[in-house]
């Protein structure tokens, strides 16, 4: 997925690849990633690229050079029946155009649930979300928040020594 071969045209000094689930769920429906949030304005109001070459794993030059052609310019592609890509200039922006993908995906999935989706925003309105909210501090800023979520995560989950537990042990 990260190899030489994963060209796409313009600098990419990050790729992030996923079996998100939502994203997986989504791209099996065949149905167009509208823009009814801000996450899928990342896209300016066109279709997420799909990369339909293979539902298993990229792993020759030629099915590399395929997944990259298919992304294009495009943040992320969904790979049906396997997951996402997403590519970025930086780290940050490639995280944040996986987890923008995924939670576009989940809200579609959330409101197709509860009946027909019937508004989503227009491709004038979406390009000028996506230039509000997805400018390099945006995705960056985004990018830090989910560091320190993790962060805390992990320092809240750290493991049990045996001198923790002996006293609920008496």
Excluded: N
């Excluded at 030629?62 to 495009?74: I, P, S």
């Excluded at 939670?103 to 000028?128: H, I, M, N, P």
């Excluded at 509000?132 to 962060?151: F, P, T």
């Amino acid at each position: 997925m990260g190899s030489p071969s994963m060209r796409t045209g313009r600098p990419v000094t990050c790729t992030v690849h996923t079996h998100a689930v939502s994203a997986v769920a989504f791209v099996a429906l065949g149905t167009a990633l509208r823009p009814i949030s801000h996450d899928e304005s990342l896209f300016e109001g066109e279709d997420v690229p799909r990369f339909q070459a293979t539902g298993s794993l990229v792993s020759t030059p030629e099915l590399g050079k395929a997944l990259a052609a298919d992304l294009g310019g495009a943040p992320a592609a969904l790979m049906p029946k396997h997951g996402l890509v997403a590519a970025g200039r930086t780290v940050p922006a490639a995280v944040m155009h996986a987890v923008l993908l995924e939670r576009a995906c989940a809200v579609q999935l959330t409101a197709a649930a509860a009946g027909e989706v019937r508004v989503w925003s227009g491709d004038a309105e979406a390009s000028a979300k996506h230039a509000e909210c997805w400018a390099d501090s945006q995705l960056e800023a985004g990018y830090r928040y989910l560091v320190r979520r993790a962060a805390a995560t992990l320092a809240a989950a750290r493991p049990l020594t045996p001198s923790a537990i002996e006293p609920t042990l008496q």
